[in-house]
């Protein structure tokens, strides 16, 4: 098994994680009222670059904290985290939105 560096964010309510995936990276929103009950995903997303990612992340939290806290998102700040292997589940089946 292929243990890969990824980030991870956490902003209440939200997690954020990215980790490589195929040609790019896998973007997983977790948490929030619109949470799937069984997994906790929000929204999944696929982007070419790190930067990418975090930047298309980085937005969609600012967002929805816009319309559900009437607020702005405090900034994320990304830590670095141990991702599973590439053949897990969470990784593979990543859609594109």
Do not use: Q
Not at 32 to 47: M, P, Q, S, W
Not at 70 to 75: I, K, Q, V
């Amino acid at each position: 098994m292929d243990i890969v560096e990824g980030f991870i964010a956490v902003v209440i309510p939200y997690v954020v994680s990215i980790c490589p995936h195929a040609n790019g990276w896998g973007v997983i929103v977790y948490g929030g009222r619109e949470a799937d009950a069984d997994t906790g995903i929000v929204l999944k997303h696929f982007a070419r670059t790190i930067s990418e990612a975090k930047g298309w992340a980085s937005g969609e939290i600012g967002r929805r904290f816009e319309g559900e806290f009437a607020m702005d998102a405090p900034e994320l700040v990304w830590e670095p985290l141990v991702c599973g292997p590439r053949n897990e589940p969470e990784s593979s089946d990543l859609g594109r939105k």
